[in-house]
């Protein structure tokens, strides 16, 4: 049973990073705009973005 | 004749269908006018093919890949932004500066799409002293950082403004700029927090369930019931902690609200729990103390959102300017308007807003009041005359003199008054406080009962058995339902553009059984009006000149007028186009003289006025073709269309409504034509103060009172009422401080939303009965004394999740029946 003890707090161990690492993202504004950032995504320099993506974009734009 | 005019209508036909192709830049019709740039490709205006070429030269021409037609239409002159480098401006604007490094955050209400974030978020590329630009696009916002040596403020507002996203600038910005802080984020961490915990608290606890048995492993047992002890302590002091305050709070203003008997709950679960360990009879309750405040939370994070797009809570300030222009020694500057003395002479243009009550130096005034009074005309005002703080200019420029502070016009004063400042006094209580009262009695009866039913028997079951009652009593279900399906209300109403202040306002607007209209731009549309010509009927022809002259001026009037007229075809242009701001307008066309405009103005240029035509008022435009009088055009306040079938639903509801206008009441007729035996009274000529007090009077004999209005002329009134709806041609425009924004196109749905809000109602309740139901078969266990964690830890979250689903899908399924399906795409 031990041995389930030390994998008990392993995985408590992993746990607490993983919390630590999001109240760091919550304090440091990421949760703030969840919008944006992915269409930030899309206009990317690098890769060319499919031209029926950006139509559907704006169909779905002017029925607002 | 006849031939050669059919023949060139046709041409003018085919070279506007030839034109009719959207602008390049913005997606406007070139229809009206086509310019061309180098490459054919065509444009709605000049304004837009520059900030074509300005981004294509900038190599920002990737902008046209994102949307197609992504720009914003330039449709407003070029504005100084001069004032914005004053240092008392400039340094209330930015959120920091250290001399030399600028940050400011400017709300751009024309950004739309992906292609304006790429671009405002690529501004460096155009300007060498900005720095990174960041868009916060739920918001609006664009913040900025900027180099203080190489650009001025007013440098990168003019640079915002130029490729159409003016910032909005007022009077707010100055007056109180501290940036409210994320609630939410708090509220997150919580969550999260409550989450961490509950999973590792049900890991700790999962050796139990499977049969590990405590006595042939005490050890292990110990650590286990230690472990979550330990974890569920941030979880009960920190992430609860909203509760024991609420809970504290309700007890010493002696109301018991939802909040009181989780608090119990909790305290039960924790104190049994602890008790459980410490005495190592049991691994304790901790799991499902965990799961309840994680449940809980996200129930509250579910009915907290908002729209950061959108304020409900604006004043007086958000409508007026940031800026003003002075005139020292017959030059013109701009000032802020906090920098604005008494005996200062300024200048205010057409459509501008006199930002402080003044008396009229020169010009001549016609002061649109409608969104301070609720007057549908504008009125005339003569040099020495005073004219007050929110009355816009309609026509040429006038000079005032002001008389007093911004701070102490009458407008402002309005303020003053009491309604403004009844936050904090006695909110409604909302249906599930007012259920919790009873159902706090029940359980703490009941949890007395059982432990005087054992207390005879077994004194140590007693008490297990009491607290037994308190945990599985906690309205975890019932605190979650109201949330859930006020919440989905929220968002459904929100995706068919009725926009709520917060999720509780559907329970409001479900008690309503009195609705009260304001007439000036709520049941009258704004802009347009009715147009009637009276005389001899004119030729398509002449209309059409008509038309083209009216084209030419800004004047609400010749707006209507044009757009009564929309010839098939445009006539030659206009020459000699000359206006006489506030009076009329003239121009030749075709080789004919038009004049257009009031009839004393038209008698002063000589032309003979038929003296059987009715007295001259503004709301009457005269028309002269080659100095022979033709007639004029009655212009009537539009009433909404669907302002009959909206009365004729709300009867059906039998929900009586009021109208009450600033206005005179010349419109009587026409409204009660409309309104038939809907309405329950028409009052008119009513100031703010009067509509405040009649709001009191219906309240007073127990009305819940709906208010619709659309100007600060109502201000009070939506503030005074239960449910204050604010109607806006333009969401992004100012509304007043209310509970909804509605979406003028939505006004129809009005009485659909109501009967959907009571939908949204019924569906709580059938939440709560099944929250009830759960609750009789726990307390059937506890009550007995055979509650075990096991039990606990499977009904609560059973009875949380059906409860969460029933909500949701009930109020969803209603909002599609009750309001249509859900329009695509919203987002």
Not at chain 2, 469 to 492: E, M
Not at chain 2, 554 to 562: K, M
């Amino acid at each position: 049973m031990s041995v389930l003890v030390l994998l008990l707090l392993a995985s408590l161990l992993v746990a607490l990073i993983f919390l630590g690492a999001f109240l760091w993202a919550v304090r440091s504004g990421q949760f703030d705009d969840t919008f944006t950032p992915g269409w930030r995504v899309l206009a990317d320099e690098d890769e060319e973005i499919p031209k029926e993506g950006g139509a559907e974009r704006n169909e779905t734009e002017s029925k607002e | 004749m006849g031939v050669q005019s059919t023949l060139t209508r046709q041409q003018a036909e085919q070279a506007q269908a030839q034109n009719d192709v959207p602008c390049f830049h913005c997606g406007t019709s070139c229809k009206w006018l086509r310019v061309d740039d180098a490459q054919g490709r065509p444009f709605c205006c000049h304004g837009c093919r520059l900030v074509c070429e300005l981004l294509e030269s900038s190599g920002l021409d990737r902008f046209y890949d994102l949307a197609p037609a992504p720009g914003v239409r330039m449709e407003k002159e070029a504005q100084a932004y001069d004032f914005l480098d004053e240092p008392a401006v400039r340094d209330s604007l930015l959120d920091f500066f250290d001399g030399s490094i600028g940050k400011v955050t400017f709300r751009a209400p024309a950004m739309h799409c992906i292609a304006c974030v790429w671009l405002l978020e690529n501004l460096f590329r155009l300007h060498p002293g900005v720095g990174k630009s960041q868009v916060n696009f739920p918001r609006r916002e664009v913040t900025i950082t900027y180099q203080a040596d190489n650009m001025r403020l007013s440098e990168l507002a003019a640079l915002l403004a130029s490729l159409g996203y003016e910032p909005e600038l007022n009077l707010t910005q100055l007056q109180h700029r501290n940036k409210p802080t994320p609630l939410h984020r708090r509220l997150t961490i919580k969550i999260g927090v409550a989450g961490f915990v509950f999973g590792n608290v049900m890991l700790m606890n999962l050796p139990a369930y499977l049969g590990l048995n405590a006595a042939t492993e005490p050890g292990f047992a110990l650590f286990l019931s230690t472990m979550s002890l330990l974890l569920s302590l941030p979880v009960v002091f920190y992430a609860a902690g909203d509760y024991w305050r609420a809970a504290w709070l309700s007890i010493r203003q002696r109301s018991l609200t939802i909040d009181f008997p989780i608090a119990l709950g909790i305290a039960a679960l924790f104190l049994h729990s602890l008790a459980e360990i410490l005495t190592r009879t049991g691994p304790g309750y901790l799991d499902s103390l965990t799961g309840l405040v994680f449940f809980l939370l996200c129930g509250r994070w579910f009915q907290q959102r908002s729209y950061d797009a959108l304020s409900f809570d604006r004043d007086y300030t958000a409508y007026f300017p940031l800026s003003v222009v002075r005139k020292v020694d017959e030059r013109e500057e701009t000032i802020a308007l906090t920098a604005l003395e008494v005996g200062d002479r300024i200048v205010v243009r057409h459509r501008e807003l006199v930002p402080a009550d003044a008396e009229l130096r020169s010009g001549h005034a016609l002061i649109d009041y409608s969104f301070v009074t609720g007057e549908s005309e504008p009125v005339e005002r003569h040099e020495g005359e005073r004219i007050y703080a929110g009355g816009r200019q309609v026509g040429g420029a006038i000079e005032l003199e002001t008389v007093k502070p911004v701070s102490q016009s009458y407008l402002t004063s309005m303020w003053e008054d009491a309604a403004f400042h009844k936050e904090g006094g006695p909110r409604l209580r909302n249906v599930t406080d007012r259920i919790s009262k009873y159902f706090t009695l029940a359980v703490v009866l009941l949890a007395a009962g059982t432990w005087l039913g054992w207390a005879f028997i077994d004194l140590g079951t007693a008490v297990r058995a009491f607290s037994a009652v308190l945990i599985v009593a906690c309205p975890c279900a019932l605190a979650l339902s109201a949330p859930f399906a006020l919440g989905t209300a929220w968002r459904a109403l929100g995706e068919r553009r009725v926009f709520l202040r917060g999720a509780d306002v559907v329970e409001a607007m479900a008690r309503t059984n009195h609705i009260v209209f304001d007439k000036t731009g709520t049941l009258t549309r704004s802009q347009a009006h009715h147009v009637e010509f009276r005389g001899a009927p004119l030729s398509a022809e002449e209309a059409g000149w008509v038309a083209s002259l009216a084209r030419h001026s800004t004047h609400p009037h010749c707006l209507s007028i044009q757009q009564k007229l929309a010839p098939e075809r445009w006539p030659d242009d206009v020459s000699s186009f000359y206006e006489t701001a506030g009076s009329g307008i003239e121009g030749t066309i075709s080789g004919h003289a038009l004049l257009l405009g009031s009839r004393r103005w038209i008698e002063a240029l000589g032309i003979e006025v038929p003296s059987d035509a009715e007295a001259d008022m503004p709301s009457q435009v005269h028309l002269a073709i080659d100095g022979a009088h033709r007639g004029a055009f009655v212009l009537t306040s539009a009433l909404r269309d669907e302002l009959q079938d909206l009365a004729r639903e709300l009867q059906g509801g039998r929900v009586p409504l009021t109208v009450l206008s600033g206005d005179s009441d010349k419109d009587k007729t026409r409204l009660e034509a409309a309104l038939g035996s809907a309405a329950a009274g028409l009052h008119f000529r009513q100031s703010p103060h009067d509509k405040l007090a009649f709001l009191r009077g219906l309240q007073e004999k127990g009305a819940h009172v709906m208010m619709v209005g659309d100007g600060l002329n109502d201000a009070g009134a939506l503030q005074q009422s239960d449910v204050g709806v604010a109607i806006t041609e333009d969401t992004s425009a100012f509304a007043p401080a209310c509970d909804a924004i509605l979406d003028a196109d939505r006004f129809g749905s009005l009485p659909a939303v109501l009967h959907y809000s009571r939908r949204a109602m019924h569906v709580i309740y059938a939440c709560f009965a099944l929250s009830f139901l759960y609750n009789t078969i726990g307390l059937s266990f506890a009550v007995t004394g055979r509650l075990s964690p096991l039990v606990s830890a499977v009904l609560m979250p059973i009875s949380s999740v059906t409860v969460v689903s029933v909500a949701v899908l009930g109020a969803r399924w209603a909002a599609r029946s009750c309001l249509g399906p859900q329009p695509g795409g919203a987002s």
